[in-house]
């Protein structure tokens, strides 16, 4: 049974100096595409981030930058301080500030839209949950409802006003189930993704050496209903294969020193840091 969560209990609850307490697995980072993937599922959100004109934050022209700017984010909506989150959402209001739909586009978007804002939000929140379950298993009814709370930070720290985040974890899964009928992939959103899962955006000689296995990561960390929309393949042996890989890699992380297993990300947040005290641009 999920724990009880009162309204008026949510504010200590998405207090912005709290942090999430498992782990920041580096191994999570192969999840990213399907994440992506996720989000972009909703047409709104597909197209407002393949026609945006904000070039600098294109993948496809600028792959380590877009990439950082991504994980940097992550990693200060569930690591960083309050102050950490201002400076961040500043700067990315900065940029979503271009992203809207002009008269040709095929729907309708805006990035400052918190309904948007709430899905993405949604979608990093499943996807941490999902690389933690099959590493770990699952948490406990205490810690998954908490860690759920402080997971509203990945709306927070955009646009989304708290109170949209879903009260309980078990209104989440309400929220998740009816949100599923939005979700509508393209040819052109589909061929973008696949581009993305296939990592085109590396290069050709990268694509062609790690494209394979982190198409297959992609489509491990899928639900079945994105994997549909994308058509791509996969059957029970490719998932008992990608959820044995998944716990032995689990088993090696728990074994390691927290710090190595966070390098990544506890690197990308000192370079925020960097970045903000030294005035450079932070995305």
């Given at each position: 049974?999920?724990?009880?969560?009162?309204?008026?209990?949510?504010?200590?609850?998405?207090?912005?100096?709290?942090?999430?307490?498992?782990?920041?697995?580096?191994?999570?980072?192969?999840?990213?595409?399907?994440?992506?993937?996720?989000?972009?599922?909703?047409?709104?959100?597909?197209?407002?981030?393949?026609?945006?004109?904000?070039?600098?934050?294109?993948?496809?022209?600028?792959?380590?930058?877009?990439?950082?700017?991504?994980?940097?984010?992550?990693?200060?909506?569930?690591?960083?301080?309050?102050?950490?989150?201002?400076?961040?959402?500043?700067?990315?209001?900065?940029?979503?500030?271009?992203?809207?739909?002009?008269?040709?586009?095929?729907?309708?978007?805006?990035?400052?839209?918190?309904?948007?804002?709430?899905?993405?939000?949604?979608?990093?929140?499943?996807?941490?949950?999902?690389?933690?379950?099959?590493?770990?298993?699952?948490?406990?009814?205490?810690?998954?409802?908490?860690?759920?709370?402080?997971?509203?930070?990945?709306?927070?720290?955009?646009?989304?006003?708290?109170?949209?985040?879903?009260?309980?974890?078990?209104?989440?899964?309400?929220?998740?189930?009816?949100?599923?009928?939005?979700?509508?992939?393209?040819?052109t959103i589909r061929?973008?993704?696949?581009?993305?899962?296939?990592?085109?955006?590396?290069?050709?000689?990268?694509?062609?050496?790690?494209?394979?296995?982190?198409?297959?990561f992609t489509a491990?960390?899928?639900?079945?209903?994105?994997?549909?929309?994308?058509?791509?393949?996969?059957?029970?042996?490719?998932?008992?294969?990608?959820?044995?890989?998944?716990?032995?890699?689990?088993?090696?992380?728990?074994?390691?020193?927290?710090?190595?297993?966070?390098?990544?990300?506890?690197?990308?947040?000192?370079?925020?840091?960097?970045?903000?005290?030294?005035?450079?641009?932070?995305?």
């Amino acid at each position: 049974m999920a724990v009880s969560v009162r309204r008026d209990e949510r504010a200590s609850a998405h207090d912005p100096d709290e942090k999430f307490l498992p782990a920041l697995d580096a191994i999570g980072l192969a999840a990213g595409a399907a994440n992506v993937i996720m989000q972009l599922s909703w047409l709104a959100v597909g197209y407002g981030v393949h026609e945006s004109r904000v070039e600098s934050g294109r993948l496809f022209d600028h792959p380590v930058k877009r990439t950082r700017t991504t994980l940097t984010y992550l990693v200060v909506a569930a690591r960083g301080t309050a102050e950490d989150k201002r400076a961040y959402k500043k700067a990315v209001n900065g940029a979503h500030a271009r992203v809207r739909s002009t008269a040709d586009s095929p729907v309708a978007y805006n990035a400052f839209d918190p309904e948007l804002q709430r899905w993405v939000a949604a979608c990093i929140y499943r996807g941490f949950e999902d690389v933690h379950r099959l590493m770990h298993g699952p948490m406990s009814a205490t810690d998954r409802e908490r860690t759920y709370q402080l997971g509203a930070t990945f709306g927070t720290t955009l646009q989304m006003p708290a109170d949209m985040w879903p009260l309980t974890r078990d209104d989440f899964d309400t929220y998740w189930n009816e949100s599923l009928a939005r979700v509508s992939i393209d040819d052109t959103i589909r061929e973008h993704l696949l581009s993305i899962a296939r990592l085109e955006f590396a290069g050709r000689a990268r694509s062609r050496l790690l494209g394979p296995v982190n198409l297959f990561f992609t489509a491990g960390f899928l639900p079945e209903e994105f994997r549909r929309e994308m058509r791509i393949d996969w059957d029970d042996r490719r998932q008992r294969r990608f959820e044995r890989l998944m716990a032995a890699l689990g088993a090696v992380a728990r074994r390691l020193p927290l710090p190595v297993r966070e390098l990544p990300y506890r690197y990308l947040l000192a370079d925020l840091r960097w970045r903000y005290i030294t005035g450079r641009p932070l995305v």
